[in-house]
């Protein structure tokens, strides 16, 4: 159909379905392309286990051990991982933390060693530790000051690397020539 | 200008269109050099109104002067449109381009000259309009305004107005784009109104227009709630459709308010009115939307983060001097999306574990795209169902002949 000045004219309900096609084709293949899921990834429930994936050496246990201690203390106080981690870095973002959920020293102390505890339960299931050296390490983490506590949250490498000196007089059994025993303790 | 518009424009029939428009103009000018003056907020939106009066005198007037200059009622009406179409896409882009590259005074400061140039033609008809002072009585009587055509434009403009302001926040605030490089790609959309404008004459129905448009709008803003990633190049597509639907819409719906109606200044002022309370209504709504979904996301998006750094393989005490250094970083830019990267320097000196960080930085800034782009999903997700929802009006109008 022309139009004037000779213009060739769109039929306007052609025209209408041409801009619906345009539309769908856009969203459809936004669509098709992730654009629903495009948001940040759902972080874990603190409470719920998080498996322990074959850890080798000082390093990877440390590592897993660190998350499972996290896990346990972020459980307790209810709040995220990734939250009582940032937390946890320096004195001043632990007081910004505790003022911001009102959570004191003694419920922070607590939540910690109730982290370590879960770490070590953790560990011993995942084979990481001998319940040999278990028993003794729950013990000596129920009655550790709060800094230190969080200290070994931060590094369990600083745990596991010295559990001679964190088990008192038991920990001499790993000292010495027994200290190979180590190896066997930890894989 | 919503409130200023239709007063506006009885005052152009009362005083005269070149009378007025001068007059306005000049406002417009006066109000502009306050606005780039003003040392606080207050006389700012001060200067902002003053200058919303000058300009709506302007604008309506000159709807009363374009068909001695176009030759006709419906030629005029098209032209009138099709401006105020281009302006409002332009008006972002331009506005960031100056406030990057001079300052935001600057986008007041240039307005003076372009109002000034305007006027110069306008004298002349102000002063024939002074010398014989004609006014025929029965212009002076006004129609009702187009309820619906009034009532679609202000549901497509405040979806419109979403598309803008969303677009260039989440450019800006979201990408941590410089406003020029948010400027920059916000251009797409008036070029691409350009290049819709030329679609016009291809439709003789109005209401076909405004349907298309209204979908084209609608379609566009659903693209950019679901974008897949957080790439300008992606940007572009729905900026087209938007563009090309603004200039269909916007001309269809002014044309149809107008269309048959006398005087022309009036319901110019109304389709105006309709406009600019759109803008208005779409801002106030969206924007706690925005606000909340930012707070939200942005929350989401350092846990993720976080995430990434807790389960990477990287020694333990590094890690939790990055998530310190993220933590600062929140603290440091509170109420904004942070920008990561100097969480993470310096680099470590051991290349294997600068490797690892590198990475790091990498999946944190991912995840910080995400929630920053997720954001803003829910309310162009609303704008595009106010355009949708101008479908009802545009479909209840009657198509009324010029």
């Not at chain 1, 307790?76 to 020293?105: C, H, M, N, Q, W």
């Not at chain 2, 009378?19 to 939106?45: E, K, P, Q």
């Not at chain 2, 979201?174 to 008036?190: D, E, N, Q």
């Not at chain 2, 319901?267 to 924007?287: D, E, N, Y």
Request: with cysteine; net charge neutral; charged share 15%.
């Amino acid at each position: 159909m022309s139009g004037p000045g000779g213009i060739r004219e769109i039929r306007g309900g052609a025209f209408v379905v041409g801009a619906l096609v345009l539309s769908l084709v856009l969203v459809g293949a936004y669509l098709a392309a992730g654009g629903s899921s495009y948001a940040p990834e759902k972080t874990q429930d603190p409470c719920k286990p998080r498996p322990w994936s074959n850890p080798r050496g000082l390093g990877e246990i440390a590592n897993q051990f660190s998350t499972s201690a996290l896990d346990g203390a972020a459980c307790k106080l209810g709040v995220t991982r990734e939250t009582l981690a940032r937390a946890l870095a320096s004195p001043a973002s632990r007081e910004r933390f505790s003022r911001r959920y009102g959570i004191d020293d003694a419920k922070l102390s607590e939540a910690i060693r109730a982290g370590l505890l879960r770490a070590i339960d953790d560990a011993e299931e995942a084979g990481a530790l001998s319940p040999l050296l278990a028993v003794p390490l729950r013990t000596t983490l129920r009655r550790i000051p709060l800094d230190q506590a969080i200290e070994l949250v931060k590094d369990a490498r600083s745990l596991l690397g010295n559990l001679g000196r964190y088990l008192g007089p038991a920990g001499g059994l790993l000292e010495g020539p027994a200290g190979g025993l180590l190896e066997g303790f930890l894989p | 200008m919503a409130l200023a518009a239709v007063p506006a424009a009885l005052a152009a029939r009362r005083l005269g269109p070149g009378r007025t428009a001068a007059v306005g103009l000049a406002v417009f000018a006066g109000a502009g050099l306050a606005c780039a003056a003003s040392a606080s907020l207050s006389t700012l939106i001060a200067a902002r109104c003053v200058q919303a009066i000058g300009g709506a005198a302007a604008v309506t007037a000159s709807l009363e002067l374009l068909p001695a200059t176009v030759g006709g009622e419906r030629r005029a009406a098209a032209v009138w449109a099709a401006a105020g179409a281009t302006g409002a896409a332009l008006g972002p882009a331009i506005g960031g381009i100056l406030t990057d590259l001079v300052s935001w005074q600057s986008i007041f400061i240039v307005q003076v000259p372009a109002a000034l140039v305007a006027a110069v033609p306008i004298l002349a008809v102000a002063r024939h309009e002074a010398a014989t002072g004609i006014i025929e009585p029965e212009l002076r009587r006004t129609g009702r305004p187009h309820l619906l055509a009034n009532l679609a434009l202000a549901m497509v403009s405040a979806a419109i107005a979403g598309a803008l302001f969303l677009l260039v926040l989440l450019l800006i605030e979201g990408w941590r784009l410089s406003p020029i490089a948010a400027a920059a790609v916000v251009t797409v959309m008036p070029l691409a109104s350009l290049a819709g404008a030329r679609l016009v004459p291809l439709v003789a129905d109005t209401k076909s227009r405004a349907a298309a448009g209204a979908i084209l709008v609608s379609g566009g803003l659903g693209g950019l709630a679901l974008l897949p990633k957080a790439t300008i190049l992606l940007t572009l597509p729905p900026q087209i459709l938007v563009g090309v639907g603004l200039a269909l819409v916007l001309g269809a719906l002014t044309e149809t308010a107008l269309g048959g109606r006398a005087p022309q200044a009036i319901h110019g002022g109304w389709t105006i009115s309709a406009r600019h309370a759109g803008v208005v209504i779409g801002l106030l709504a969206l924007t706690p939307v925005f606000t909340a979904d930012i707070d939200q996301q942005r929350h989401d998006a350092i846990n993720a983060g976080t995430a990434v750094i807790l389960d990477s393989p990287v020694n333990p005490l590094l890690k939790i001097d990055l998530a310190q250094k993220v933590s600062d970083r929140m603290e440091e830019e509170r109420g904004k999306v942070p920008t990561i990267g100097p969480a993470f320097e310096p680099l470590p000196d051991d290349e294997g574990e600068r490797r690892e960080v590198e990475q790091l930085r990498g999946e944190l800034q991912d995840q910080l795209d995400r929630g920053a782009t997720h954001a803003f999903s829910t309310s162009f997700l609303l704008a595009a169902l106010i355009g949708l929802l101008a479908l009802i009006p545009i479909g209840l109008a009657r198509r009324v002949e010029l």
